[in-house]
């Protein structure tokens, strides 16, 4: 295998990595609204010599949400040597809290100035995977068919890589998505989940003149909330060998203070590694919701009812550690000095639908910490190693 030894110094200009993760992070690029993102990762790599054939805006396109500006991006190119092809992927959206941000560095990282998130989760990976793009293209490196995918749409769903085709991005034989913080981490294992919405039907009268004629579905919301609780099922869930987690996150309902509330939506998700056991989890909350809503009655007995869809979000994934794209992350790491250790999360990622469309794919950080919080910032040195780990990745014969 031909690369540098950790001991010589990467082709990677840290110092224009770091513009790029600046420049980035200044832009504007909520999920739907990655346009801006796209333009200016087009524009660097046109100058860097990347031809117009090899950039492609794919269109958006279920499951994509029909408010969405475009599909992912795709940079293709061909390879210097024969050889499977290798993709390596970002998001290009970042959360609400993000809104606004200016970064600044700080003591070796870059922190957002003022009361918002930095916009590091994902602008990080983008960044890097620009400067390795940009980095082979300026300096003609070798290297076998890549591709560079930039997804719009995971914050809110993992939607741009729920709609890969494996034709669009090359049909690469491995896969390395960057969206975590230590790079040393090869994240070969993340959960899978299910979202859940509970309409929540009761029967309506007037709250002052006539509450008993009344069924409140805000009544059998809390109800069966507070039974899922109690059971066990609700947050940090462990049943036995299985274990997971569980949120009802989103309520809302009613129209005035003196009607008893007639319809109450309350959505929710539910996770676990295990797929049987996810489904469990959401039975939990189904049986819940009927149950309370046949319990809580007005004078009349009549009762309220529940109309309960759940809707799988992605499938959670392991990786064995013998699979060819973990040992080979683990042979160009060592070769640059870095201890890998292999972990599993607990959070979604774009490799998981991409795993389950029989892409393999791995997760590495670029030093992104914090995501989705005030406190979010990019540790400079983890970003800079990141970046060099990418590109031998890329370029190893």
Request: aromatic share 6%; net charge positive.
């Amino acid at each position: 295998m031909k690369m540098k030894s950790k001991g010589q110094r990467s082709l990677v200009d840290e110092t224009r990595a770091r513009q790029h993760l600046l420049a980035l992070l200044n832009i504007p690029g909520l999920s739907g609204e990655e346009m801006l993102v796209a333009a200016h990762i087009e524009k660097v790599l046109r100058a860097a010599g990347c031809k117009p054939g090899w950039l492609r805006r794919l269109p958006a396109r279920p499951p994509l949400p029909a408010k969405f500006g475009m599909g992912n991006l795709v940079v293709h190119l061909p390879g210097t040597f024969a050889g499977p092809c290798r993709m390596f992927l970002a998001h290009m959206d970042t959360v609400p809290l993000c809104r606004g941000a200016q970064p600044v560095i700080k003591a070796g990282q870059v922190v957002a100035r003022g009361h918002t998130a930095l916009g590091g989760d994902n602008r990080a990976g983008v960044a890097a995977l620009l400067a390795v793009a940009e980095t082979i293209l300026k300096h003609n490196l070798p290297h076998p068919p890549l591709t560079f995918l930039f997804t719009v749409g995971e914050e809110v769903g993992l939607y741009g890589a729920k709609s890969v085709q494996a034709a669009e991005v090359g049909k690469p034989a491995m896969a390395f998505n960057f969206d975590s913080g230590k790079p040393e981490e090869i994240i070969s294992g993340a959960i899978g989940a299910q979202r859940w919405r509970a309409e929540l039907h009761g029967v309506s009268s007037h709250a002052g003149m006539h509450p008993e004629r009344g069924a409140s579905a805000i009544l059998i919301a809390s109800r069966a909330l507070a039974e899922v609780a109690d059971r066990g099922w609700f947050g940090k869930i462990r049943k036995g060998q299985r274990s997971g987690t569980s949120n009802a996150g989103v309520i809302h309902g009613g129209d005035a203070t003196n009607q008893v509330t007639h319809h109450v939506v309350v959505q929710g998700e539910s996770r676990s590694h295990n797929p049987a056991f996810i489904k469990q989890i959401s039975a939990a909350y189904r049986t819940a919701f009927e149950r309370a809503a046949f319990k809580v009655r007005n004078c009349e007995g009549e009762h309220g009812r529940v109309e309960f869809h759940c809707d799988n979000d992605y499938q959670p994934f392991h990786i064995k550690d013998s699979a060819p794209v973990v040992r080979y992350t683990q042979k160009i790491a060592g070769l640059l000095g870095i201890k890998t250790n292999n972990v599993s999360i607990n959070g979604g990622l774009d490799a998981n639908p991409l795993n389950a469309a029989g892409i393999p794919t791995i997760t590495l950080g670029v030093g992104a910490h914090h995501p989705h919080a005030y406190d979010e910032y990019v540790d400079l040195t983890q970003f800079a190693t990141g970046c060099r780990l990418t590109l031998a990745l890329a370029t190893a014969g």
